[in-house]
């Protein structure tokens, strides 16, 4: 078993952490951020994931987990440092590596004895390379070091599931000791390995996110078209999904990609490629139609409405996805402002996301409208002229198409992520819109009362 630290206690180090001590070594999570490393020495996550606090406060307990500032210490005494730090996007779509290179400086000026580190953190390619010559260049003590690719796979909302059962481990080295290190590392996971150099694991990350998005954006383009042609874009991916090699996750249209990563991480790669004289199309193209998906329901709905002044507007999620309280890139953030400039009273819940999303949009008068956060779905929907659906949380499923009719005063609902059947929620006399399947038109005379009731 191994000496492990693990620099940054986001979605990634924390649980990478968490999930190395669980398999037996020893580790500590380095951040920068005392009052996170506070709250994860008193046994709470920073972060909402399944299962992560159980699994800290046990390791914890039975002394294989710590959590720490001391960065100095913590690299001093490692045998492996990985890096998880964020590499967020910046103007122009290129990665910033300024975490990344504060942490190989920290690393350079105190490791004492040999040490691999390894870059978990998403890096465009021949990051690797860079960060050893870095490290080299700074190191202070006569050790020896080397630098190796792991890139983390885990989805937000089943983020330790995903480390402790991956599809694979990623590793990228350049000399077997690496190599070495890394597999006996991962041993106690038994996990299928993937051994290659590390320009191709940090591609690997890359190519893998990117095409994940693409798909996404297919299948919202696809959507998109099925709309204006009269079919229904569930049956379409479901008629899809048969063929193996298509397979049958990642087909469902949408409001568009969210999150830390897909955003980011196809900005990147199209940037790497225009920066070696390429220009990646495809990616490019998924960016593109990203872009308008994730407005597209607010624009549907300006041209049914005269105005969103004074409307009371439900909001239904908030997060990027279920499962997680990040809201980096959320649907939700593009079209809340939009709703607050023309001059909606937005009553938004989400089951998990309103804490961080209130510290975005305190609560209270914004602008020409207004933003309050309820405790259920019910409330929001409670007296509202028209709801916008971002989030698929369990709770949000729930609420029956009755509901809607029930509690609404006009019945008028935006879907982004197709949670209804267009018949039944027709048949309820609400007026629905999603995304990819045809509106199914109420009797002119419940249009009109919907209408007038605005
Ligand atoms: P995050 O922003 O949630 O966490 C980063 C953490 O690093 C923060 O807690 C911050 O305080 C800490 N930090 C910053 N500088 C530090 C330093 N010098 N020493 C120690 N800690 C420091 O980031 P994340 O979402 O976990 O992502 C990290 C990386 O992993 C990114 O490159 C991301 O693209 C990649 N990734 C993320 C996911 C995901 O689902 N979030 C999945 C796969 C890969």
């Not at 078209?225 to 874009?233: H, M, Q, S, W």
């Not at 909001?315 to 959320?330: N, Q």
Request: proline share 4%.
């Amino acid at each position: 078993m191994y000496k492990i630290s693990v620099a940054g206690t986001g979605y990634v180090g924390l649980v990478a952490g968490v999930c190395f001590a669980e398999v037996g070594h020893q580790v500590t999570c380095v951040d920068i951020d005392e009052k996170k490393v506070n709250l994860m020495k008193s046994g709470v996550s920073p972060i909402y994931e399944v299962d992560l606090e159980g699994l800290m406060q046990k390791n914890y307990a039975e002394g294989r987990l710590d959590y720490t500032t001391d960065y100095k210490t913590a690299y001093r005494e490692s045998d492996a440092i990985f890096i998880g730090v964020g590499t967020p996007e910046q103007p122009d779509g290129s990665a910033n590596l300024s975490y990344i290179a504060t942490v190989a400086r920290q690393i350079a000026e105190n490791i004492e004895k040999d040490c691999l580190v390894v870059v978990k953190s998403t890096v465009p390619v021949g990051t690797n390379d860079k960060v050893e010559q870095f490290i080299k260049d700074f190191l202070v003590n006569d050790v020896k070091v080397e630098v190796a690719s792991n890139p983390e796979f885990l989805a937000q909302g089943t983020a330790v599931h995903d480390t402790l059962h991956a599809a694979r481990i990623i590793i990228g080295t350049e000399s077997k000791w690496a190599e070495e290190m890394l597999m006996n590392i991962y041993e106690p996971f038994k996990l299928p390995t993937v051994s290659v150099n590390r320009r191709s694991a940090e591609m690997i990350k890359y190519a893998s996110n990117d095409f994940l998005a693409l798909k996404i954006s297919y299948m919202n383009d696809i959507a998109n078209l099925c709309e204006l042609v009269g079919a229904n874009i569930q049956d379409v991916a479901k008629g899809m999904s048969y063929d193996e090699r298509i397979g049958a996750k990642f087909l469902n249209a949408g409001i568009g990609y969210g999150g830390s990563c897909f955003p980011k991480d196809t900005k990147a790669l199209e940037y790497l490629a225009r920066q070696n004289g390429y220009e990646l199309r495809t990616i490019k193209a998924a960016i593109d139609v990203n872009k308008d998906q994730k407005t597209l329901l607010y624009k549907k709905a300006c041209r049914r409405l005269i105005t969103f002044t004074g409307l009371k507007v439900a909001v239904l999620g908030l997060t990027f996805k279920p499962g997680t309280d990040d809201l980096r890139e959320a649907p939700s953030l593009e079209n809340v402002p939009l709703l607050l400039e023309a001059g909606s009273d937005i009553c938004a819940y989400d089951p998990v996301g309103k804490d961080n999303f209130n510290s975005v949009y305190p609560e209270g008068k914004i602008g020409q409208g207004s933003i309050k956060y309820v405790e259920n779905a019910e409330e929001a929907l409670k007296g509202a002229n028209i709801c916008f659906i971002f989030t698929e949380w369990d709770e949000i499923k729930a609420v029956l198409p009755e509901d809607y009719k029930k509690l609404m005063k006009t019945p008028l609902i935006y879907d982004g992520r197709n949670l209804y059947n267009n018949e039944v929620m027709k048949e309820v006399g609400v007026e629905y819109y999603s995304i990819g399947r045809p509106y199914m038109r109420l009797s002119n005379a419940m249009a009109e009362v919907a209408a007038t009731k605005n």
